[in-house]
């Protein structure tokens, strides 16, 4: 069987580039947590009786980080389903030539359908262009300074990496670390060198460091800059939850979404129950929130009334869960009170949000950690 990582000696542990595919990453990375990383994965995979192999391998090693997050929250569902006593069946061919992800049941309950889906805003995130010129700017030698950034405009056209790079290294060298230090740093009055390239400008400011200190050869000087953008946290999670119901019509068992929403900001509570009922309310108390009854919003109507997505029993939502943060990142299932199925009880055994009467109640359950039965703190340092 082809294994998900290739065999060889790992020696690299320079940090993963901003230009860098997820799955190159990790798949070159020396580093103790990355070598954590890959056994779990391989020893998931070993257990992932999917028909299809190769189409999987491919997806989990495209350089398209949409297509290996896709792969891998596959595998993950599908070890948390086992891990909970669910027996497994991968993409089950149903009515319609439909397959939908994965078919679970366990021995003393009814089945169900889970379907996958990866979202993102992307909103948060630099183009392609702009990380090609961060990773170059990493390679600037800057051992006195960290270098702190600024772009405006948009870069529309391939960027002049080796100009970029020649014009930053010749500024670096000519400035006095006693001189940056002594000064401070001042966002208006630092040192500073620009490049302009069209209508897109790029400054850094160099960031004194400590006295006797100097930039690790294994990190990286450049910081790159915040996107302050508005996010639309709610659309792509609509989307992603409605287009399987739609898909899924004339099921005769439970149908569960899970999202794994990849906004970097996070997704709130008020946010997903806006999303699912509409209008919510603070009752005092964090764990519980009331649904308040509105007209439709024609412009964001919720996923779920007595009326609309019945056929849809349940969401599972994880807020940017990577192969780094399977025991961190925060996920909960959301139950529909108005489904044509009921959930499993079991599935009520990890964090869910259940409505009651016209209160929506939030439970504990067990975390990812204790599912799958690893610790808290895997995979450790590097």
């Known amino acids: 069987m082809t294994p998900l990582f ?19 990453g990790l798949n070159r990375l020396s580093w103790k947590n990355a070598n954590e990383i890959r056994n779990l994965l391989e020893t998931w995979y070993e257990s992932y009786s999917i028909q299809n192999k190769k189409s999987f391998i491919s997806r989990f090693k495209s350089k398209r980080n949409e297509d290996h997050q896709g792969a891998f929250f596959e595998l993950f569902l599908h070890q948390l389903l086992i891990k909970m006593g669910f027996k497994v069946k991968v993409d089950p061919l149903i009515g319609g030539g439909n397959t939908p992800d994965f078919h679970a049941q366990s021995v003393t309950e009814e089945p169900f359908y889970l ?16 990380e090609l010129v961060f990773d170059e700017l990493n390679k600037l030698h800057s051992p006195d300074f960290m270098l702190d950034s600024q772009v405006r405009g948009k870069l529309t056209s391939n960027p ?12 670096i060298d000519q400035l006095d670390p006693q ?21 897109r400008i790029i400054t850094l400011r160099p960031v004194a460091l400590d006295p006797g200190v100097k930039v690790n050869p294994v990190s990286r000087p450049f910081l790159p800059p ?22 899924y019509k004339n099921l005769d068992r439970p149908l569960i979404v899970a999202i794994n929403s990849l906004d970097l900001s996070g997704v709130s509570r008020s946010e997903i129950l806006s999303v699912l009922f509409g209008n919510t309310e603070n009752t005092g108390h964090e764990d519980s929130a009331r649904i308040i009854p509105s007209p439709d919003n024609r412009n964001l109507k919720p996923v779920w009334s007595p009326s609309q997505n019945t056929n849809l029993s349940a969401i599972i939502l994880f807020n940017e869960l990577q192969p780094n943060s399977i025991t961190q990142a925060p996920f909960c299932l959301y139950e529909n009170p108005w489904a044509a199925y009921s959930i499993p009880s079991s599935l009520r055994n990890i964090p869910h949000a259940k409505v009651e009467g016209e209160i929506v109640n939030w439970y504990k359950g067990n975390s990812a950690s204790t599912v799958i039965g690893i610790s808290e703190t ?3 340092s590097r």
């Open 115 to 130: 379907e996958a889906r990866v979202v993102d805003p992307q909103s948060l995130r630099h183009s392609t262009r702009e």
């Open 160 to 171: 002049r990496l080796k100009e970029i790079r020649a014009v930053f290294q010749s500024w």
């Open 226 to 247: 915040v996107i302050a953008d508005f996010v639309d946290s709610k659309r792509p999670i609509i989307g992603g939850i409605q287009e399987k119901p739609r898909r």
């Open 378 to 380: 895997w995979p450790g």
């Open 6 to 24: 290739d065999h060889f000696v790992r020696t690299d542990p320079i940090p993963a580039i901003n230009a860098e595919s997820i799955f190159d």
């Open 179 to 199: 001189t940056i230090n002594e000064n401070g740093y001042d966002y208006f009055t630092s040192h500073s060198k620009s490049f302009q390239q069209g209508t």
